[in-house]
């Protein structure tokens, strides 16, 4: 569990100090306590499969080329504000196109080398990977992250989740750890979750573990395969 998520879970009601007096304690911002995701509409959902099955066939295609298919080919026409954020906040699509949509870190985030460039990467906990993608459903979706030792292809660990946050990253590769013991070097993208103060710290708390980055795309072994529709009912929020 992650600091932040231990003064979350610390909050209860009490009659002798109130939930906004807890919070203050605590150090926790208000708004947590009372924020829930809206589900998407079902036009969003209708564009976000759509996209995810077209994008299969031409990975070339960005946001901008994805809207003019969708209003050419199936009538459908919104605003490139709405594309972006489903193409890219959502499915983390990105264009094989050479371009500049890559991975990038919230500004002031600290970026770290990539040190796996020429590297023979050949015992257990040598390096691991890490990356998140989407996972279609029947009445959503869902954000898959999961951590591969990268000598053996071993699956170490894998989480599930409707949102997409830090603490979520973070508390998975704690858990990993505690069961397989620290890696030499964790190899991930730019994204905002893993050069976030919060992640960066956990990996390289002790001295054990370096962090590299940029790096290839493990979501990308999971979006080439066809997506079963899957159905989870009572799958709440993390």
Not at 101 to 125: A, D
Request: glycine share 6%; with cysteine; hydrophobic share 35%.
């Amino acid at each position: 569990m992650t600091a932040l998520s231990a003064r979350l879970a610390a909050l209860t009601k009490r009659k002798d100090l109130s939930l906004s007096r807890q919070c203050e304690l605590l150090q926790v911002n208000r708004g947590r306590l009372y924020y829930r995701p809206l589900p998407e509409s079902d036009l969003n959902l209708k564009i976000l499969h759509l996209m995810d099955q077209h994008y299969l066939d031409y990975p070339d295609k960005g946001p901008r080329r994805m809207r003019q298919w969708l209003a050419r080919k199936h009538g459908i026409r919104v605003n490139l504000k709405r594309i972006n954020r489903l193409y890219y906040s959502v499915l983390q699509l990105k264009s094989l196109l050479p371009g500049p949509h890559t991975s990038k870190p919230t500004k002031g985030h600290k970026v770290f080398p990539y040190l796996l460039r020429g590297m023979q990467i050949e015992q257990p906990n040598q390096v691991w990977q890490t990356d998140i993608t989407y996972i279609g459903m029947t009445s959503g979706y869902l954000y898959l992250t999961a951590w591969i030792d990268v000598a053996t292809r071993f699956v170490l660990s894998w989480s599930l989740s409707n949102t997409m946050t830090s603490e979520w990253c973070t508390e998975l590769y704690q858990q990993t750890i505690a069961r397989w013991g620290n890696p030499q070097i964790v190899n991930t993208d730019q994204g905002s979750q893993y050069t976030s103060e919060e992640f960066t710290q956990a990996i390289l708390a002790g001295g054990k573990t370096k962090l590299s980055m940029p790096a290839c795309r493990l979501a990308g072994t999971v979006k080439v395969e066809p997506q079963t529709m899957l159905s989870l009912n009572g799958f709440g929020e993390r």
